[in-house]
T-cell receptor, first 112, second 114 residues
Framework: GNSVTQMEGPVTLSEEAFLTINCTYT??????LFWYVQYPGEGLQLLLK?????DKGSNKGFEATYRKETTSFHLEKGSVQVSDSAVYFC???????????FGSGTRLSIRP | EAGVAQSPRYKIIEKRQSVAFWCNPI?????LYWYQQILGQGPKLLIQ????????DSQLPKDRFSAERLKGVDSTLKIQPAKLEDSAVYLC????????????FGEGSWLTVV
């Protein structure tokens, strides 16, 4: 079946460090892939997305590339800020059912 | 453009009581979802509507949870009677449907059952 696996957290980094949060997926067909972010006390916000192989999604300095050969969609940012502290969820959408499946989330904490 | 609206934002009830959550999706969005997010976990789909019809309710605990979307717009999720393990954030989301099917979430309704 379809599933998403994320690296476990929490991840703690110093400000301006390089960030990678790993995400791999299992899916039949060609899903769309997403990263959502959840700040404390808030709902989920779409961070970026990619709808086909080799697409790169980007937003607010974050990037992720849809890699079909490795079934991965790793999230990266070159220089993190304290305001990036949040929980990050990788997700896949199989369009035939308009259904989205989430990973378990990775908590990111950035030290000043 | 207004986002997905949910109310109430916070609710504390005793076990065996009932509670109802309301959601108004983004205008024009045919698909509406209710997710349950337990602390420290990813969201779990409870029910998915397409207009006013149910597409998937396979993970909805039907002995205590119910949801409706009578006019194909706003929706209500009810829990009766509540259990301690129902303490969670209940997220409503909506999408247009179709191939590029980005799902937009509300801020959630935070339920504590004591």
């Amino acid at each position: 079946g379809n599933s998403v696996t994320q690296m476990e957290g929490p991840v703690t980094l110093s400000e301006e460090a390089f960030l990678t949060i790993n995400c791999t997926y299992t899916a039949t067909g060609y899903p769309s892939l997403f990263w959502y972010v959840q700040y404390p006390g808030e709902g989920l916000q779409l961070l970026l997305k990619a709808t086909k192989a080799d697409d790169k999604g980007s937003n607010k300095g974050f990037e992720a590339t849809y890699r079909k050969e490795t079934t991965s969609f790793h999230l990266e940012k070159g220089s993190v800020q304290v305001s990036d502290s949040a929980v990050y969820f990788c997700a896949l959408l199989y369009s035939s059912a308009s259904k989205i499946i989430f990973g378990s989330g990775t908590r990111l904490s950035i030290r000043p | 453009e207004a986002g997905v609206a949910q109310s109430p934002r916070y609710k504390i009830i005793e076990k065996r009581q009932s509670v109802a959550f309301w959601c108004n999706p983004i205008s024009g969005h045919a698909t509406l979802y209710w997710y349950q997010q337990i602390l420290g976990q990813g969201p779990k789909l409870l029910i998915q509507f397409q207009n006013n019809g149910v597409v998937d309710d396979s993970q909805l605990p039907k002995d205590r949870f119910s949801a409706e979307r009578l006019k194909g717009v706003d929706s209500t999720l009810k829990i009766q009677p509540a259990k301690l393990e129902d303490s969670a954030v209940y997220l409503c989301a909506s999408s247009l449907g179709g191939f590029e099917n980005t799902i937009y979430f509300g801020e959630g309704s935070w339920l504590t059952v004591v």
